[in-house]
């Protein structure tokens, strides 16, 4: 089994290229594979290792700059979920493409996964699913709202042509870890939403502390590893990636021959793919 640790920080690098190396080093060292991303705004990513090779790189982490309360996820892989290391400089941690928005000045409210049913369940909530359209294709809560967006830098563009839509309410958000969530927030408190929520930890919190029965969540979480998706407990879910456009579809979806042995999926049925590319690993866009 593999330890696999989802974690992010807002804080301020003033030279984020300087702590690259160090980090792949130590990484390489303990065999930890997965993706982490350095920008000056701070760092993310899902690694994948044995539990001392985690807490190792953790530890390490959390002697950068402002990094001592970082936030982290775990879950288990029964097998290695990552095929190898990247470590990689970027403009930001998570693209949203609005250099006004901070987290560490302004975001949404926390609320603890127990709390999180009776929040949404207020009538002067909103709820929306900030993830990206095949995220949530896979599962969500109950009720949520689908922005439709294929990456999360569209968000900005769907706020400012439905904020209206939500005038005098309530948001409450949420996404997988809670890092979409810390910018999300942020940027509709910056364009003058009244109250906004978000949820502590994400999605991947949730799952792994309320219980099926109590639960507003519907389907499985899709993950930015080669387990696709997990459910509740953290299990590993049954989702497959289509190999011909690389979008996640749950096997047997359907009696059509076009669903067989991965060849096409409900994304992509109606196009033709000459030559399929191998199914993603490590996607960015989180």
Not at 12 to 18: I, L
Not at 96 to 111: I, K, T, W
Not at 155 to 162: E, I, L, M, Q, V
Not at 248 to 261: D, I, K, M, N, W
Request: proline letters at 6%; glycine letters at 10%; aromatic letters at 8%.
């Amino acid at each position: 089994m593999f330890t696999v640790t989802a974690l992010y920080r807002f804080t301020r690098f003033e030279n984020p290229g300087a702590l690259r190396q160090p980090l792949i080093d130590l990484c390489r060292t303990h065999g930890i594979t997965g993706t982490l991303l350095l920008a000056a705004e701070g760092i993310n990513g899902t690694i994948a290792g044995s539990d001392t090779a985690i807490e190792t790189v953790l530890s390490h982490i959390r002697t950068l700059p402002g990094c001592a309360e970082l936030d982290h996820r775990n879950s288990r892989a029964r097998r290695q979920p990552f095929r190898k290391l990247k470590v990689r400089l970027k403009h930001e941690i998570v693209t949203l493409n609005q250099p006004q928005v901070d987290p560490r000045e302004v975001a949404g409210r926390y609320v603890d996964p127990k709390a999180w049913n009776d929040l949404i369940r207020r009538k002067d909530i909103v709820v929306i699913d900030v993830r990206n359209d095949y995220e949530i294709a896979v599962g969500t809560v109950e009720g949520a709202i689908d922005p439709g967006i294929r990456t999360f830098s569209q968000f900005p563009s769907w706020w400012k042509t439905n904020e209206k839509r939500f005038r005098n309410r309530h948001v409450a958000m949420f996404c997988t870890g809670g890092i979409r969530c810390e910018k999300s927030t942020s940027y509709l408190l910056r364009q003058g939403a009244k109250e906004v929520f978000h949820l502590k930890g994400g999605i991947l919190r949730y799952l792994e502390e309320i219980p099926p029965a109590e639960s507003v969540w519907h389907g499985e979480c899709f993950v930015f590893d080669r387990r696709i998706s997990v459910g509740h407990g953290l299990i590993e879910g049954r989702q497959a990636l289509c190999r011909a456009c690389g979008r996640p579809y749950a096997p047997g979806g359907g009696s059509r021959s076009e669903y067989g042995a991965g060849r096409r999926c409900r994304w992509c049925i109606g196009d033709h793919v000459e030559t399929p590319p191998p199914a993603s690993d490590g996607w960015e866009d989180r």
